[in-house]
Nanobody, 123 residues
Framework: QVQLVESGGGLVQAGGSLRLSCAASGRSFGSYTMGWFRQAPGKEREFVAATRWRGGKVYIADYADSVKGRFTIVRDAAKNTVYMQMNSLKPEDTAVYYC?????????????WGQGTQVTVSS
């Protein structure tokens, strides 16, 4: 059974930092795109960041414009785990953050989702 388990969410003041983790299990995700989406209250789920396989042990990071320069996604392929370091957090970053894994580079429908972890940034 495939599972994506997120951790690391919480409450932080504006300007602070959080680190999210997503541990995947149940199959090999070496060639999968893995990353993060988020959904704020009353808004649609949106892409945040991804690591995309480019062959061998090479992964390319990709970010939404709203988080470039503040968020960093890192993948530990041996552990089937992705991390996202979030710095300089803003109140508008408040959302439920979902880990995702997909065999088609995040083309909908996405293959697997985590349960989500809440990130709240206070002003």
């Amino acid at each position: 059974q495939v599972q994506l388990v997120e951790s690391g969410g919480g409450l932080v003041q504006a300007g602070g930092s959080l680190r999210l983790s997503c541990a995947a299990s149940g199959r090999s995700f070496g060639s999968y795109t893995m990353g993060w989406f988020r959904q704020a209250p009353g808004k649609e789920r949106e892409f945040v960041a991804a690591t995309r396989w480019r062959g061998g042990k090479v992964y390319i990071a990709d970010y939404a414009d709203s988080v470039k320069g503040r968020f960093t996604i890192v993948r530990d392929a041996a552990k089937n785990t992705v991390y996202m370091q979030m710095n300089s957090l803003k109140p508008e970053d408040t959302a439920v953050y979902y880990c995702a894994a997909d065999s088609s580079s995040f083309t909908y429908p996405i293959d697997y989702w985590g349960q989500g972890t809440q990130v709240t940034v206070s002003s």
